[in-house]
């Protein structure tokens, strides 16, 4: 493995050479209007590179290789298709710590804590989809003695892939290895405050995959994410982001009548009973909070629903561990947490900061420490911060802050606890910390979430469907079914033996 600092230094030379383009056909392109916008790293304010501002014409472009490649990977036997994803997971493996450290530079996430993590979990997502090829498998139904009958899972054609910022390389994977295994071919669409990583990663499949099967354009949502969801050779969305242009993409969908996946974060409960054990509830609520990543996480345990009896005890030893996590340089392994993504978002977590303070029932905990070094210090850090005795109706445990903001509601039965956890627009995850088995039980049956959690607060993994109800979307990823179900289309097929 290379040093840190020639890591650094090569990660620096991968922004450069891939400032300024897409990458479909194969090969890197510039955009045809000529137009690029820069790219800065969000902790010490300076520009690493550009990426190409994509427009309709470019995404006529990209679509179309991808329409052109579709067939010929159709045409591969699935478990052909299995293995190169496979070959192009071993070669992401090979680059992870320059993936890693591509990651931290553009996103802020601290390398030890996040990036690096993500990195990983974006190669074994390839790993786990290339085993799936031969699971694409149809049924046959006994429907009448002088019939065959049979159903068949096709791909549908070209996929396009819209990616938020906050978890780009693991949430790229959730939707590209799926669709590319099941046959299609797909364009990326990636977020405008992280694209040299995920370009990155797309330049190092394209050394397994054929020209025009992967293929990633940069811009911006309306004049580049809004020509690809209309491209009438578009089959299939799935989106990751906000509810509301989770709405758009869903409205420009519906006038096409092609499929959607939408994955539009939550307000996730997390239920702590008077006899969980603190010591682990609270470990679990600091990593569920994702305060490593500021708390820029769908799944953020953003609502922590507290016994009363325990909340004191709970919100010290929370605060203690959180006070012992050091801020800083992302690329510094000593760094637990990094830094909020761009300013846009900074700005709209400092305006809930202030309404918080604002509340005179909510006390504010402002934990561990700004970072001192003076690259640092424009650097977009926002303190963790733990609004305690917020009521669940108030603004902070309604709406998705997206920062390393978490309240604190207390309650006094289980009954007004779930009650409180379910009444919320948004239904993505939930946990509840008990020791109470018939509760934990009871709990999991009645919580409105997607994915649900007892004695533990994990991320995402391949294997295991993920995805939200109500307001936090349609669809579920990352699974053996997510594949089925969201990247093939059924074919019923009758044969008459007579
Ligand atoms: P966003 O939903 O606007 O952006 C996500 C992606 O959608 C980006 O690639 C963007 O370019 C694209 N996009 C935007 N408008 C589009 C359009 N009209 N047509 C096609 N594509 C379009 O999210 P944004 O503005 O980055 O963040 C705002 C808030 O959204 C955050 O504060 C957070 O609350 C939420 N969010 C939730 C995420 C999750 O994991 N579910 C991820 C990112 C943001
Ligand atoms: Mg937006």
New binding site residues.
């Given amino acids: 493995m290379d040093k840190p600092n020639n890591l650094l230094e090569t990660a620096l030379a991968h922004a450069r050479r891939l400032s300024g383009v897409h990458l479909y056909a194969g090969k890197l392109q510039a955009p045809l209007s000529g137009k690029t916008f820069p790219v800065a790293s969000p902790a010490t304010r300076q520009q690493i590179g550009t990426a190409a501002d994509g427009d309709a014409q470019d995404v006529a472009a990209a679509v179309g290789a991808a329409a052109g490649a579709q067939a010929d990977w159709a045409a591969m036997s699935p478990r052909a298709r299995g293995k190169i994803l496979q070959k192009a997971a071993a070669q992401l493996t090979q680059h992870t710590e320059e993936i890693a450290t591509l990651l931290a530079l553009e996103t802020g996430k601290a390398i030890r804590t996040e990036s690096r993590v993500e990195a990983n979990v974006l190669a074994d997502c390839f790993e786990f989809y290339g085993g799936l090829g031969s699971e694409l498998k149809g049924e046959t139904i006994p429907f009448a003695p002088n019939m065959l009958v049979f159903t068949q899972r096709e791909p549908i054609g070209v996929v396009a892939a ?5 978890a780009p390389l693991m949430l790229m994977a959730f939707k590209i290895a799926p669709a590319l295994v099941a046959g299609n071919t797909v364009v990326v ?1 990636s ?2 405050e992280a694209p040299l990583s995920t370009l990155f990663v797309v330049d190092l499949l394209n050394r397994s995959l054929p020209p025009g099967v992967v293929n990633i354009l940069s811009g ?3 004049s580049c ?2 020509p690809l ?1 209309a491209d009438r050779r578009v089959g299939k969305v799935t ?4 509810v509301d ?1 989770g709405k ?2 869903a409205h420009a969908a519906a006038d096409r009548l092609i499929p959607t996946t939408l ?3 939550g307000k996730s409960p997390m239920i702590v009973m008077d006899d969980a054990d603190l010591d682990r509830t609270v470990a679990g609520a600091v990593a569920g909070m994702r305060f490593t990543r500021q708390g820029q996480s ?1 799944t953020a345990a953003s609502r922590m629903l507290v016994h009363r009896s325990v909340r004191e005890e709970f919100v010290a030893r929370m605060a203690d561990k959180v006070n012992a996590m050091r801020m800083g340089d992302p690329l510094d392994e000593a760094t637990d947490i990094g830094t909020i993504i761009s300013t846009g ?1 900074f700005d ?1 977590v400092h305006s809930y900061l202030e309404l918080g303070k604002r509340i005179p029932h909510v006390e504010t905990l402002q934990l561990s420490k700004m970072p001192e070094a003076p690259e640092l210090k424009d650097g977009l850090f926002v303190q963790p911060t733990v609004f305690v005795g917020v009521s669940n109706e108030d603004r902070l445990a309604r709406e ?1 802050i ?1 920062g390393p903001v978490t309240c604190v509601i207390p309650f006094d039965d289980y009954e007004q606890a779930i009650a409180m956890a379910n009444d919320s627009d948004y239904g993505l995850a939930a946990t509840i910390w008990t020791r109470n088995l018939q509760r934990a039980l009871d709990a999991t049956q009645r919580l409105q979430a997607g994915f649900v959690q007892v004695n533990q607060n994990i991320v995402a993994q391949p294997g295991l469907s993920y995805g939200g109800i109500k307001q936090s979307g349609l669809g579920k990823e990352a699974s053996m079914e997510a594949m089925l179900d969201h990247f093939t289309q059924k074919k019923t097929i009758l044969i008459s033996r007579d």
């Avoid at 819209?162 to 906050?166: G, K, S």
């Avoid at 989106?239 to 906000?242: M, R």
């Fill in positions: 819209i990616l938020p910022w906050n669409k977020a405008e911006f949502g309306p994410g809004g969801v989106f990751t982001g906000s242009t758009i993409i994955e539009l974060g769908c978002q709209r998705e997206f």
